[in-house]
């Protein structure tokens, strides 16, 4: 009897290896060729090539550009020849700050509210509408910025497109894609070897790959090489037969039916009685575990220390040592990765929706919405919640420093603005937020600089920080306030960090503890590095937090930069997996030492599904800094963590 138990998952892998093949029209895999911006070159060098080869791809039009406009005619040839015209808003707008200076005030995301970019990528559609007379079509993120503040605006246009791309350099079988955040592989500068790897590993692993062109010989920063473009679209013409080549929107309007048939399937096996297939009595399984057969079929383990220890979360491990916290939107909540929030953590971080940007959009507008969720959430599950953040120059509303006439305002104005933000937020939450980050990365980066010369402190001086601690404090006497800030490692910024908080406290400012990002690497910190540094701020005499704990999985870079070639090669490797490990274990080891001092860690997302460093420092590069991976399993680093 024992011998045919394991025959069932013989004949499913079978069946799921036919599958596989059969997802993408009978073909190994699917690819999907796009191009942005709405340049010259797509009209007179890629098309050209897809035709002659009688291949399509999509091309995604921003209808204000000239690319657009002044070229009306070529496009509507483009679509008569089965090309797909995609949307890709009206005027292109992104996400400004750090590292986007070239993003211009007008198109600056953080200026939108949901509304405006709803009204404006729908009036794209109107536009494409009259080059093409189709109804059906795809959309793709400007830049891959997926957000108005907290909200992912795609959502309230589910109806208006078939999918959505956006940059993450990632590809996934058909049951596997989410139509609303298509992954794609971005090309800048790649060879056509480099690329056709890429339809290779899609072939072996029967996965979607979208490919995101912009430069095609030129006319974009981001570009590739007319000969490496012509030897990928080649071989895919001469491996057709395996290669499920079309638009977007056809592409995706096929996983779409695939997905709702296996939707189906699924319930429909759910109500089979008896299933013969899927229910092996436990009293066979634990007779294989010591069996005759055990050590021919090891690839079936059955038992793992690991189940032993998954039966705790972080918060349970850590009760006696630390708050374990996370970073959450208020979309998140409405997951799968809710009930792992639950299991692992006991205290969350609003990521963004407390941000000044989002929370307060405009002089007298609030968007408490999701906040709320959050705030909401927490209390209900009975989680500890820390605010995030009331001051700081990024994500901060330009209103905020000018007039209605657009000139700087003066000191006493943005201090007064200041002070009514603080005390609206803070006391809207009073009672709920234990610990607020009052101000963020105030200090500078430079060695020969202390403070940030942001527009806070070119108009107020370093009077804002002060003022914000007594604010806070005096909105919420109960809470806790905590200065913010990152690159704590580094020795200069270290001290000036440890004077800033020292000069406050020694003031009389209300001050209560320092929180240290910890957006750390493969490469740093060292060991030395983090030891002094907590040994430092221990000695402040105020509450340290480790409040945006993430390890990336490549070197540390602590400017964004423009996507290389070498991007494209960028995965977790097993020798990445093993540093991460040991980088975790070190951490968390010094974090234990350092008990006494160290009061609360909170990771900066939930899981490698999402993190904010899926886009920096290089936008559309994927990254897994965390400890549990996009199925919200334990990654190999959680164990090293947990097991002391």
């Not at 599958?19 to 993408?24: E, K, R």
């Amino acid at each position: 009897m024992k011998r045919f138990l394991f025959l069932p998952v013989f004949f499913f892998a079978i069946h799921v290896n036919a599958q596989s093949n059969a997802a993408w029209q009978g073909k190994k895999c699917a690819v999907v060729l796009t191009y942005d911006d709405a340049l010259n070159v797509h009209l007179d060098n890629a098309i050209p090539l897809l035709d002659s080869l009688n291949l399509k791809g999509t091309f995604y039009l921003t209808a204000f550009s000239d690319g657009s406009k002044k070229r009306l005619n070529d496009w509507k040839k483009a679509a008569v020849k089965g090309h797909e015209l995609g949307n890709h808003t009206l005027f292109h707008p992104c996400v400004g700050g750090s590292g986007r200076e070239w993003v211009r005030a007008e198109t600056d995301m953080r200026n939108y509210t949901v509304k405006r970019m709803e009204d404006e990528v729908r009036m794209t559609n109107v536009f494409l509408q009259s080059l093409d007379n189709k109804q059906k079509r795809t959309f793709a993120f400007t830049c891959g910025d997926m957000k108005i503040g907290d909200s992912q605006f795609i959502q309230g246009m589910k109806e208006d497109f078939v999918a959505a791309r956006a940059v993450r350099h990632q590809m996934h079988k058909i049951n596997e894609v989410n139509l609303l955040n298509v992954d794609c592989y971005a090309v800048n500068g790649e060879t056509g070897t480099q690329m056709i790897e890429w339809v290779k590993k899609a072939v072996q692993t029967n996965s979607l790959l979208v490919i995101l062109f912009h430069g095609v010989g030129g006319e974009h920063s981001i570009n590739v090489s007319l000969a490496a473009h012509r030897e990928l679209i080649t071989y895919l013409k001469q491996n057709e037969k395996d290669i499920y080549i079309a638009p977007m929107v056809d592409v995706a309007q096929h996983i779409g039916d695939w997905q709702a048939k296996d939707k189906q399937n699924k319930a429909s096996r759910q109500t089979t009685p008896n299933d013969q297939l899927t229910s092996i009595p436990q009293l066979e399984i634990a007779s294989l575990r010591n069996g005759p057969f055990h050590n021919d079929y090891t690839a079936f383990s059955l038992e793992s220390n690991e189940n032993i220890y998954q039966e705790k979360g972080l918060k349970d491990y850590y009760k006696n040592y630390f708050t374990m916290g996370v970073a959450v939107s208020p979309r998140a909540l409405k997951t799968d990765e809710a009930q792992l929030i639950l299991e692992q953590f006991s205290s969350m971080t609003p990521e963004n929706a407390m941000k000044m940007g989002p929370i307060h959009p405009q002089e007298n507008e609030y968007n408490w919405s999701g906040a709320d969720s959050i705030a909401a959430f927490a209390k209900r599950n009975n989680l500890k919640l820390r605010g995030h953040t009331l001051v700081w120059h990024s994500q901060t509303p330009r209103w905020l420093f000018v007039d209605s006439a657009g000139k700087t305002v003066t000191k006493e104005v943005l201090l007064q603005r200041l002070k009514e933000h603080i005390f609206t937020v803070v006391k809207r939450y009073k009672g709920t937020i234990y610990a607020w980050d009052v101000v963020n990365e105030a200090i500078s980066d430079s060695k020969d600089e202390f403070y940030r010369n942001s527009p806070l402190y070119k108009i107020c001086g370093d009077e804002f920080i002060r003022k914000a601690f007594e604010w806070a404090h005096e909105a919420d006497p109960n809470a806790l306030l905590f200065y913010n800030d990152y690159n704590e490692i580094d020795p200069v910024k270290r001290e000036k960090m440890f004077k800033l908080v020292k000069d406050l406290k020694d003031a009389g400012v209300p001050i209560h503890g320092v929180g240290l990002q910890g957006h750390w690497a493969l490469n740093e910190p060292s060991e030395q590095q983090l030891d002094s540094t907590l040994l430092r701020f221990g000695q402040l005499g105020v509450k340290v937090h480790i409040t945006e704990l993430d390890i990336s999985v490549y070197p540390k870079e602590h400017n964004a930069r423009a996507r290389q070639a070498t991007d494209s090669m960028a995965i977790f490797t097993e020798e990445r997996e093993k540093k991460q490990m040991e980088v975790y274990n070190m951490c968390f080891r010094l974090f234990r030492k350092h008990k006494n001092s160290i009061s609360a860690i909170t990771f900066w997302n939930i899981s490698d599904r999402s993190s904010w460093l899926d886009n920096f420092p290089v936008r559309g590069r994927k990254d897994y800094p965390l400890l549990f991976d996009k199925d919200l399993k334990p990654k190999k680093a959680f164990w090293e963590v947990v097991r002391f």
